[in-house]
C-alpha cells in the first residue's frame, strides 16, 4: 500500500525553465510534508517542508504547492540550474497519539537539468 | 566530518553471512532510524529507536535486527543474508524537538548478498 506516490520516475529540463515534479498521496490524516533531495553517493537531504494547514511554503527558488482536496502537491524549482540534478523524494508525516511520527516516503524522481 | 556516519559504505557478502552496519552520530539527535532504499521503492523504514532503552520495528523488519548501544550509535544486523537484502541502507537522525519530521541521513552503505 503505497501511500505516498510520485508517479514519474524521472523527468528532464532545460537550465533556466521551470522543474515540477509531483507528489500524490493517499492518507488525508498527513500533519506535513517534505522533500528530500539525493545525489548519488549521498544521503538525503532535506530541501523544504509544508504543513498541512498551508497551501504554499517558498524557499528561494523552491516553492512547494499543496492541494488537500486533490491530495497532490508538488515542488516547483525556477529557475532550474545543473546544480539541481538529483532524485527528489516527497515525504509525508503523521503524528500519532503515541508521539511516534510516522514518516512514509515516495519513490522518488529523478531530475536532469540540462545546460 | 558528517554528522551522521556509517560503516563500511560498501560491503560484499555471501548468503547465510552475518552483516553488521554501524552508525554515529555527532547531532546530539535521541531519535535514530534504519531505512532501505530499494529502486521503484523509496525509502522503507526497517528499525526505529527514540532513546537507548527503546527499540522499535518499522515496516520491514523481518530478517534484521538492532541494537542502540549509546545515544549515538544506532547498529543494524542481518544475522543471515539473504539475496534480497542487497539494497542501500540509510541510517537517519532526528531531534525529539523537531516537529516537522525532518530526518539527518548519512551517507548510506551499499550491501550486496551474492
Known amino acids: 500500500d503505497q501511500q505516498v506516490k510520485q508517479n514519474s520516475p524521472s523527468l528532464s529540463v532545460q537550465e533556466g525553465r521551470i522543474s515540477i515534479l509531483n507528489c500524490d498521496y493517499t492518507?488525508?490524516?498527513?500533519?506535513?510534508f517534505l522533500w528530500y533531495k539525493k545525489y548519488p553517493a549521498e544521503g538525503p537531504t532535506f530541501l523544504i517542508s509544508?504543513?498541512?494547514?498551508?497551501d504554499k511554503n517558498e524557499d528561494g527558488r523552491f516553492t512547494v504547492f499543496l492541494n488537500k482536496s486533490a491530495k497532490h502537491l508538488s515542488l516547483h524549482i525556477v529557475p532550474s540550474q545543473p546544480g539541481d540534478s538529483a532524485v527528489y523524494f516527497c515525504?509525508?508525516?503523521?503524528?500519532?497519539?503515541?508521539?511516534?511520527?510516522?514518516?512514509?516516503f515516495g519513490t522518488g524522481t529523478r531530475l536532469l537539468v540540462s545546460p | 566530518d558528517a554528522d551522521v556516519t556509517q560503516t563500511p559504505r560498501n560491503r560484499i557478502t555471501k548468503t547465510g553471512k552475518r552483516i553488521m552496519l554501524e552508525c554515529s552520530q555527532t547531532?546530539?539527535?535521541?531519535?535514530m532510524y534504519w531505512y532501505r532504499q530499494d529502486p521503484g521503492l523509496g525509502l522503507r523504514l526497517i528499525y526505529y529507536?527514540?532513546?537507548?532503552?527503546?527499540?522499535n520495528k518499522g515496516e520491514i523488519s523481518d530478517g534484521y535486527s538492532v541494537s542502540r548501544q549509546a545515544q549515538a550509535k544506532f547498529s543494524l544486523s542481518l544475522e543471515s543474508a539473504i539475496p534480497n537484502q542487497t539494497a542501500l541502507y540509510f541510517c537517519?537522525?532526528?531531534?525529539?524537538?523537531?516537529?516537522?519530521?525532518?530526518?539527518?541521513f548519512g551517507e548510506g552503505s551499499r550491501l550486496t548478498v551474492l
Open positions: 492518507n488525508s490524516m498527513f500533519d506535513y
Open positions: 537517519a537522525t532526528r531531534s525529539q524537538a523537531g516537529n516537522t519530521g525532518e530526518l539527518f
Open positions: 509544508i504543513s498541512s494547514i498551508k
Open positions: 515525504a509525508a508525516i503523521h503524528f500519532l497519539n503515541t508521539g511516534f511520527q510516522k514518516l512514509v
Open positions: 529507536s527514540f532513546d537507548v532503552k527503546d527499540i
Open positions: 547531532k546530539g539527535h535521541d531519535r
